[in-house]
């Protein structure tokens, strides 16, 4: 039940959203005044949530940043889905979350970790028969990493389903802590809370991080349509952490 209300809830904290309703708000009511306000209430939240400035000074604060790793090999990096899809056909794609898939490569072929852990299954509302870490699993084996060093969770639907079903394989498979947590930086502030509830200790290892460094210039205070759909994420990790720590 908290998963679909989660799904269908995300609509309503979208800026875009507001954008659009005090838009048609405007086209609708028949006050003048009323009129004007609505108008310039969504002039000014497309303003401010498609401003560049603005949002990738949130993105610096809110992103998490990486963290030394001990030098003896970990028992297992625990990479988080997300990172892939599937087309009509039911074949499975990369988008633009891979470098959560590359990461964790890179940590096991450099001998950082023994053992990779995916975890993912399907998150949509009407899940198809795709499973994310079947697919990985594969595309993992196509690398060379040998299925004895992969762990297949492909049960859970959203990241505190990663935290509770990751522990239980964990545990089964006696590989001791502490764990390398793979995910993306917006998504690792909210992802060390919940792994950290269900009592697992890891090693945050943020990656996909979508602004460059903290420098800004003059090109940031034109509106671009980019920055509203990465508030999009953003706003969905902060109430989503919210959530999570008042729960």
Not at 181 to 188: D, E, K, N, Q, R
């Amino acid at each position: 039940m908290f998963f679909v209300l989660s799904k269908v809830l995300l609509l309503f904290i979208l800026p875009f959203t507001y954008v659009v309703v005090f838009l048609i708000a405007a086209l609708i009511v028949k006050n003048p005044l009323r009129k004007k306000k609505y108008f310039v209430i969504s002039g000014a939240l497309l303003l401010i949530f498609s401003n560049p400035f603005l949002y990738n000074r949130f993105v610096h604060y809110w992103d998490t940043q990486p963290v030394p790793i001990k030098s003896s090999p970990y028992s297992c990096v625990i990479v988080l889905g997300g990172f892939s899809g599937a087309d009509k056909d039911g074949n499975g794609f990369f988008n633009t979350a891979a470098d959560r898939f590359i990461q964790a490569l890179k940590l096991y072929t450099e001998g950082k970790a023994t053992h990779i852990l995916i975890s993912g299954g399907n998150g949509q509302l009407m899940p198809g028969p795709y499973r994310e870490s079947d697919w990985v699993r594969k595309q993992l084996i196509l690398f060379k990493v040998p299925d004895s060093c992969i762990i297949v969770e492909n049960r859970s639907r959203n990241t505190l389903e990663n935290a509770a079903f990751s522990k239980t394989l964990l545990q089964e498979k006696r590989l001791q802590p502490p764990y390398l947590l793979v995910t993306s930086a917006f998504h690792m502030r909210r992802s060390i809370g919940i792994f950290k509830k269900e009592k697992m200790e890891i090693t945050p290892y943020p990656c996909n991080y979508l602004a460059g460094n903290n420098d800004w210039s003059l090109s940031e205070f034109v509106p671009d349509p980019g920055p509203l759909s990465g508030w999009n994420i953003y706003i969905k990790e902060v109430v989503g952490t919210l959530v999570n720590y008042f729960k």
